[in-house]
């Protein structure tokens, strides 16, 4: 498939955030991820699982969260990696620019997150409501989202390696909380970070399938 790769700098919460757009000629969706704890845009699990979602026909979205001066400070204090409320902010933003800025045209957004990137993904689809449709969450701490999980009305799917234990229990616990559509499931002989061959292979198709099935066009306005 013909993907175009396009660097931008996106505003959001006041800062410009460095970004790598990957678009389809007819994208069938828009995936904003959101990675986790002293990460960036370029951590090789989520350009992996971006590259497998260009070749099901969704554009995405790979971003730092962090300025590089705000990258620095937290290599060394490791404090905002964890400001759930710093990233979910960026996270928001973002989702108006690619409402506003349309770069994808007008499909349906999802946001993907790692770790603690997932709770600012959940976070942030509790704020637009209207904008993100779907959220997909790997090896994440959606317990971290804290009240903002009774608010998601995205359809929510949590991946979690099997012997990922003590954050399979956290998910099991976020889900409880979730009032939207649903799911967790488990990933056999996967530890936290995916490494096991074949195991992040199985987390984008089921990503890919999620988003396909919960992600539709906005009907058009009258």
Do not use: K
């Not at 828009?30 to 971006?50: Q, T």
């Not at 929510?156 to 399979?168: A, C, F, P």
């Amino acid at each position: 498939m013909d993907v175009r790769d396009e660097a931008v700098t996106i505003p959001a919460s006041e800062v410009l955030l460095p970004a790598d757009l990957l678009v389809p000629a007819e994208p069938v969706g828009a995936v904003l991820f959101a990675h986790g704890s002293g990460s960036s845009r370029h951590s090789p699990r989520n350009v992996a699982v971006a590259h497998q979602l260009n070749r099901a026909g969704f554009g995405t979205v790979l971003v730092d969260l962090l300025t590089p001066a705000e990258d620095e400070v937290d290599a060394v204090t490791a404090e905002l990696r964890f400001d759930i409320g710093l990233l979910a902010d960026r996270l928001a933003g973002i989702v108006d620019w690619l409402a506003t800025e349309r770069p994808f045209g007008t499909t349906p957004v999802g946001l993907f997150g790692a770790s603690t990137g997932a709770a600012a993904a959940l976070v942030a689809a509790a704020r637009r409501p209207d904008l993100v449709q779907a959220v997909v969450s790997r090896g994440g701490r959606p317990d971290l989202a804290g009240s903002a999980l009774a608010q998601v009305r995205a359809a929510t799917l949590l991946l979690v390696g099997g012997l990922d234990e003590q954050v399979i229990t956290l998910n099991e616990q976020a889900l409880d909380q979730l009032t939207s559509r649903a799911e967790l499931r488990v990933i056999p002989g996967a530890t936290h970070l995916f490494e096991e061959p074949g195991t992040l292979d199985q987390v984008a198709e089921a990503a890919a399938d999620w988003f396909h099935d919960h992600l539709h066009p906005q009907p058009a306005s009258a």
